[in-house]
């Protein structure tokens, strides 16, 4: 056995047989041996190479002892093509063994193929790619050396480890998580949807920049006003009497503030009118110095029943009541409770008719 390094002359002989063998990182740095089974071609021991007995050996009559075999073929007319191929009959070998006198060990091949076994030795430190080689060992033919077997070592890849040289290199991947306090600066005037970032601030990987980290405002509800853009609406509950008579009212800001308005006698607010306090609403974002409306929408609370002193004294402040006169074709209906969404849907389908009922004031 010859380890690869320097090479030493020899007399050119058959060709090198190779093979390729799989190690670990672990067996080159351990080092180890192996039993190879391989199979070559050896010159037949029971006849010598000789394929049969000695002067058996005749010359080949379908060739003439050549090997091959020349045919003339006619193209055409006046044109004829020599071709040469190997014999059929000595199978190129130019001579013939009879079938009495052939080897009964090779058949009279001359040679026949062979199992061995090799004991590989691999050093500690070799490498990928090294050769181990069997001076001699290979296969073998007549009036030449024997080949050599060459054993190359090919490395499988490591689940830790990679070699660079002598050395050995790990790829160690720390992966945690941390946890951080974020300060989150909500500026005046934001809303709901509205984002804020933290650029590189995010999960990590090999390789590309960091991610972000996005924050996305969620507004919730308040028992007292809601927005509309930079402007707030407050829905006020407010009794007959205070629409009719006018009223004072106090309402508590974002900011903790107190602001007081009236409504003076004899302005009348009727139910779903809308006034504004200018300046009242959301700062602008851009600009908190500046800020939206705040809108007022008047809900007023009617009274389920009256007394009949009630509406005798209504009636004799408030602007006369319509009588109708009911024909004598008219039908007289009761009216019943209907939900205001069905009401709305009715009248803008059927709406604006005018029926036999005529009214007059009085």
Do not use: W
Not at 23 to 42: A, I
Not at 69 to 84: N, S, W
Not at 250 to 269: A, H, M, Q, S
Not at 316 to 344: M, Q
């Amino acid at each position: 056995m010859f380890f690869g390094g320097g090479k030493r002359q020899r007399e050119r002989g058959v060709r090198p047989t190779v093979h390729q063998m799989k190690v670990s990182l672990e067996q080159l740095y351990n080092g180890f041996s192996k039993k190879l089974k391989v199979t070559r071609t050896v010159i037949c021991t029971d006849c010598k190479g000789l394929g049969g007995a000695a002067g058996s050996v005749v010359k080949c009559s379908d060739c003439k002892g050549r090997g091959m075999i020349i045919r003339v073929m006619q193209l055409a007319p006046g044109m004829i093509q020599q071709v040469q191929s190997p014999c059929s009959a000595c199978k190129g070998a130019g001579e013939i063994i009879p079938a009495k006198d052939r080897c009964k060990g090779c058949q009279g091949q001359k040679k026949r193929k062979v199992e061995e076994i090799l004991e590989v030795h691999v050093e500690k430190g070799m490498k990928d790619g090294d050769k181990i080689m069997f001076e001699g060992r290979g296969d073998e033919d007549h009036d030449v050396p024997p080949g050599d077997i060459v054993i190359i070592l090919d490395e499988k890849d490591h689940n830790t480890f990679f070699r660079k040289g002598d050395n050995l290199v790990m790829n160690l991947e720390i992966e945690r998580k941390v946890e951080e306090i974020l300060e989150v600066h909500v500026e005046k005037g934001m809303k709901d949807g509205d984002k804020i970032m933290f650029e590189g601030r995010g999960d990590e990987d090999h390789d590309v920049p960091p991610g972000d980290i996005v924050i996305i405002l969620d507004e919730k509800d308040h028992n007292t006003f809601f927005r509309k853009g930079d402007n707030l609406v407050m829905n006020l509950e407010i009794e007959l009497v205070e629409a009719m008579c006018g009223f004072s009212r106090v309402i508590k800001t974002l900011d903790d503030r107190t602001l007081f308005f009236n409504v003076l006698p004899g302005e009348v607010i009727k139910h779903a009118d809308m006034k504004v306090i200018y300046g009242e609403g959301m700062p602008h974002r851009r600009n908190p110095q500046e800020k939206g409306d705040l809108i007022l929408q008047f809900r007023v609370i009617f009274p389920e029943r009256l007394t009949a002193d009630a509406r005798k004294k209504l009636s004799e402040l408030l602007p006369g009541k319509s009588e109708c006169l009911v024909g004598d074709d008219d039908e007289v209906f009761e009216l019943n409770e209907i939900a205001v969404n069905r009401y709305r849907h009715e009248e803008s389908h059927h709406g604006g008719e005018e029926g036999g009922v005529r009214c007059q004031h009085q």
